[in-house]
């Protein structure tokens, strides 16, 4: 019966409905990351990935295409929305290069170390987000598959139910009960709606009916569903045991309330300095401008830029582990105000020598990095206020320069650490740099590096984050970065030099109130990060190689006026003409170009790869592609043959064997393209079959009488007759292999249809 318009659009819709729901599994599904970040820098990435994905492969589905060619279509569409939403200014042409295979190898090796330190809600960092989006589309994909495809409701759900899993294992309890009620909505639309759809097409209808028919189970459904989302969420907190301890915690494991595992402040620079440049953090009211530090970072492991310290409880004054000898202190005593500033930490100018009064008593303190941190008992320091008091030091440049070249033993231990693999070729650099700039002792040799990237390097946030080795060679390569790079260049440079050195993460003075100089209003585009040479007798001493930013009252020693972004401009604030120094070089006359390393220091320095590059990501994935494929036929075929194995071995008569053997039989035919008719007797569809192939017409036809006998008629079959019917099966098979060309019978063992047929 053909069906009428009206017919055809509610079909068109049910269709179009059980997509929109699929794609809403997912996304509800992607909803629950807020259960794992802090912020929502992640949202528009991944839920751009999502709706992109299901666009994608309902595309290419409904274009007819295969498996195999709308996998490779997929692929290629997600490796361009990933780089395009995340790489962008590595591209060449809209197309990856070798700089987005290595920004990526960095951002996915940065996020597997950080996976095993940090605990959620966490930084979404990039290789995160990246990560999230691969999984995204993989979902994507596999759920399309099994609902449109394999007509499985089940399968569907159990890719995005994977992902949903993940994050309420690893997730904070954040809105958990709200999340799992938006996923199961999503399922339970999804799975009224594939019904809707697989029904039209395998019930008949009477006359006219169907769409009174259609409606009247959508409203059942409705409420049905209604009724099970509701019930989930009513009954569900109130099980027993529901609001018990869980058996197994994945909280710290040796509750030392010395130690705390929080993500590296580092890698939170480029998400503030972008995604949150608008939003204040904190403010302070201090008599003086000042860079106001976070945190600093003492280990390097060839990846991020970290500390493992241990905080001792903090109140009045604060112990110093290093004495400033050469150097002229002013105290400077700041009041703190933070609002959104999202981390544990607590901003303070450095080094904070005596807390005054807080709005909180667990403030706690690490000597070794000047670093102040909020008690377990706030889960970050937004709300606090509190007074504390700095020793600011000024250095005097001819102390530095005159410094013995002897550190303490902990210094050393401590501060030179750098990977076995680091880049040989920056290593050369930094010898070559210091080299040229006559440099004779660690400050001058310090100077040396700041003013090479000052002069010779662009500031830019456009450039994918992170610091690793890779990246450092990426950096030196093409001049260009933000300060998360020449903060941790210059410090990784500096330890193969032989000069102790860390990396500190905090922000700079911000923006002046105008009705009170004396406050500072300090937003995300403040934030910032800078490296800090340790200079015997000395401690500490701050450089800027980030081009427009320097620390206010420093330019004695760095030689750079105190500056910094406000919007899109750069403020430089006015400091007095310095005395010169004899200990000062002249490094703006003695740097002269950078030689290249000898040729037998190591690999050269990355470049972009271009064309090549491409060709590799085009190779890997190509690979990948061949394994996931392989992976496929195997599963496919082993799960036709142990299908048509069981089918006979669970037929209980002879009987059911001779129409198991017809039913392989009628499947086997599938390389012709032929398919039983609903109206069709078996002998008929055997005739049929006959007349249009060339095939042996008799043991078809014959098989046929032989099934239509042993299924309507009074006695069981007996085992002769099933001996003949397994060899007009094998005469039949042999007659397809002669019909049907080797692409329509590969074609055949792996289309994955016929394991779904009732």
Request: negative net charge.
């Given at each position: ?267 939170d620079i480029r998400g503030r300095l972008v995604d949150q440049k608008d939003v204040e953090a904190f403010t302070v009211r201090s008599e003086q401008p000042s860079y106001w530090r976070l945190a600093s970072l003492d ?137 040229d700039a006559g440099a004779t002792n660690d400050f001058e040799e310090a100077r040396a590096l700041q003013d090479f990237f000052r002069e010779g390097f662009t500031y830019d946030l456009t450039v994918g984050e992170g ?274 060309t080797s692409t329509e019978r590969l074609k055949d063992s792996l289309d994955p249809r016929v394991l779904v047929k009732r």
């Open positions: 019966m053909t069906k009428g318009p009206s017919q055809r659009c509610t079909d068109a819709g049910v269709f179009i409905g059980a997509e929109l729901f699929l794609a809403l599994i997912t996304i509800t599904a992607v909803a629950g990351f807020s259960r794992l970040f802090l912020d929502r820098s992640w949202v528009g990435p991944l839920f751009t990935a999502a709706v992109v994905a299901h666009l994608c492969v309902a595309a290419v589905r409904r274009s007819g295409r295969g498996l195999l060619l709308s996998g490779a279509v997929t692929v290629v569409v997600m490796t361009l929305q990933i780089t395009w939403t995340h790489y962008r200014p590595t591209l060449r042409a809209g197309l990856p290069t070798g700089l987005t295979r290595n920004a990526v190898d960095a951002d996915l090796t940065a996020a597997w170390n950080l996976f095993s330190e940090v605990k959620a809600p966490t930084e979404p960092v990039v290789g995160f987000v990246v990560v999230a989006s691969l999984a995204i589309w993989v979902i994507a994909y596999l759920s399309d598959w099994a609902a449109f495809r394999l007509w499985s409701a089940l399968e569907t759900v159990l890719p995005s139910f994977a992902m949903f899993v993940f994050i309420a294992f690893f997730g904070d309890a954040q809105d958990r009960l709200a999340m799992a009620a938006l996923y199961l909505a999503a399922i339970v639309g999804f799975q009224l709606f594939h019904r809707l759809m697989r029904q039209s097409h395998e019930v008949r209808w009477l006359a006219g009916t169907q769409i009174l028919g259609t409606s009247a189970i959508m409203r059942a459904g409705v409420v049905m569903s209604a009724v099970v989302v509701l019930g989930a969420i009513v009954a569900g907190p109130a099980l027993p045991g529901a609001e018990t301890e869980p058996i197994l915690g994945i909280d710290d494991g040796d509750n030392n309330a010395d130690t705390r595992i929080v993500i590296s402040p580092i890698v280990s390097f492991n060839g990846q991020i830029w970290g500390a493992d310290n241990k905080y001792g409880k903090a109140s009045g004054g604060l112990d110093d582990d290093f004495d400033v000898e050469d150097a002229s202190l002013t105290i400077l005593e700041q009041e703190f105000t933070v609002s959104n500033l999202g981390a544990v930490w607590i901003p303070a100018a450095y080094e904070p020598r005596r807390i005054v009064e807080s709005s909180d008593d667990s403030i706690s303190y690490e000597p070794l990095s000047g670093t102040l941190i909020v008690g377990r008992s706030l889960e970050d320091s937004d709300g606090l206020t509190y007074t504390l008091e700095s020793e600011i030091p000024s250095f005097d440049p001819v102390a530095l320069a005159a410094a013995p070249n002897s550190y303490p033993t902990d210094v050393l231990d401590r501060y030179l650490g750098l990977p076995e693999d680091f880049s040989a070729d920056a290593r050369a650099l930094a010898f070559n740099i210091v080299n610091h690793s080795s890779a990246r450092i060679d990426q950096f030196l390569a093409s001049g260009i970065g933000y300060c998360e790079q020449f903060a941790g260049a210059f410090a990784a440079m500096a330890r193969a030099l032989g000069i102790p050195s860390r990396v500190a993460v905090g922000f700079t003075w911000g923006e002046v109130d105008e009705n009170d100089p004396n406050l500072y209003h300090v937003r995300g585009e403040h934030a910032h990060a800078w490296p800090e040479v340790y200079i015997p007798g000395s401690g500490w001493v701050p450089f800027e190689p980030t081009p427009t930013r320097g620390a206010p009252n420093s330019s004695q020693w760095t030689g750079v006026d105190a500056e910094q972004a406000i919007g899109s401009t750069t403020e430089v604030l006015p400091t007095p003409a310095a005395t010169p120094s004899a200990a000062d070089p002249g490094f703006e006359d003695v740097l002269p170009p950078v030689i290249e390393p000898p040729a037998d220091t190591g690999p050269a320095p990355i470049e972009d790869q271009g064309v090549a590059g491409w060709v590799k990501i085009v190779g890997l994935v190509a690979v990948g592609g061949v394994a996931l494929a392989g992976i496929y036929a195997a599963l496919v075929v082993g799960l036709k043959r142990r299908r048509t194995t069981r089918r006979f071995a669970q037929a209980e008569s002879n009987s059911q064997r001779v129409n198991a053997v017809w039913n392989e039989t009628v499947e086997l035919l599938s390389p012709l393209g032929v398919q039983p008719v609903p109206s069709e007797t078996m002998p008929e569809f055997a005739r049929r079959v006959s007349a249009e192939n060339v095939l042996a017409k008799a043991d078809l036809e014959d098989l046929g009488t032989l099934a239509v006998a042993a299924r309507y008629g009074p006695r069981d079959a007996d085992d002769a007759a099933v001996s003949i019917a397994q060899s007009h099966r094998d005469a039949v098979v042999t007659a397809v292999i002669a019909s049907s």
